[in-house]
């Protein structure tokens, strides 16, 4: 009997891992519903990625003299919500380019790790083909997006790089949340911050919430501490929602302000 049981559970647990293994795409992209609209005073445009897919994307420009955010938003979220997540700063003058990944908006292909980094690529010689110089641009990602915006930078050197509920790495991220099954394994994509940050030459500021379920704080610290000039400030009582809290804006705005465009 008790050999029968552990089979059975063997089997069980195998099905889970394969159930996991193949449909991990979904859960690490879940891409909300198309959303048609167009916020105030932003239009419709298309990124041209290296790979060859046209992506549609919002953007509004900066007022003169005034910085870019290049905005990569978390994995369940739409470029529209990056509009709302980034009013304040739009309001002072701040351009604002909100990303779209592929597979995201009603936009062609398949959203994964490399694919992301194309796209971001592609958003980055956007707002160069734009006439936005380098010095002027602001990297700011939120959750899966920092990944993004933290990849990118090592390619490239804009003004500051921002990293809102950021994690290390996403087996870390996994693993905490299903600590039953053997995560770094599983994973397709590793988005490997914490090996990728020493690379990056633009001034770096993290902000975290200390209640966050999701990312776990110490993901955010353990993070910062491999470059000892990363700026890491946390937010108590705040979760994975943090990328909504006002101040975070205001916070953004003074690290940008303290960095020198040139």
Not at 30 to 50: H, N
């Amino acid at each position: 009997m008790f050999v029968y049981f552990g089979i059975t559970l063997t089997v069980i647990y195998g099905g889970l891992v394969a159930i996991v293994y193949f449909n991990q795409r979904q859960l690490v992209y879940p891409a909300p519903p198309v959303q048609g609209d167009t916020p105030s005073g932003f239009e419709r445009v298309t990124i041209r990625t290296p790979d060859r897919l046209d992506l549609l994307a919002g953007y509004r420009p900066a007022h003169e003299g005034m910085p870019t955010l290049l905005f990569f938003h978390g994995n369940g979220a739409t470029w529209q919500s990056s509009v709302l997540v980034t009013d304040s700063l739009v309001a002072q003058g701040y351009g604002l380019l909100a990303v779209e990944y592929r597979g995201y908006g009603g936009n062609p292909g398949t959203p994964s790790e490399e694919g992301l980094y194309q796209d971001a690529r592609g958003a980055w010689a956007f707002l160069r083909a734009e006439g936005v110089d380098d010095a002027d641009i602001v990297l700011l990602g939120n959750s899966l997006g920092a990944a993004v915006a933290l990849n990118l930078a090592t390619e490239v050197h804009g003004r500051a790089l921002v990293l809102v509920s950021p994690f290390n790495n996403l087996g870390d991220t996994a693993a905490r949340r299903m600590r039953w099954l053997p995560m770094r394994m599983l994973l397709h994509d590793s988005y490997a911050n914490d090996e990728k940050i020493v690379e990056i030459g633009e001034p770096i500021l993290i902000l975290h919430g200390e209640e966050d379920s999701l990312i776990a704080l110490e993901q955010a610290q353990a993070l910062a501490s491999v470059r000892d000039d990363t700026v890491i400030e946390t937010f108590p009582g705040w979760g994975h929602d943090l990328i909504v809290n006002e101040a975070v804006q205001g916070r953004i705005a003074k690290f940008v302000e303290g960095v020198p465009s040139a």
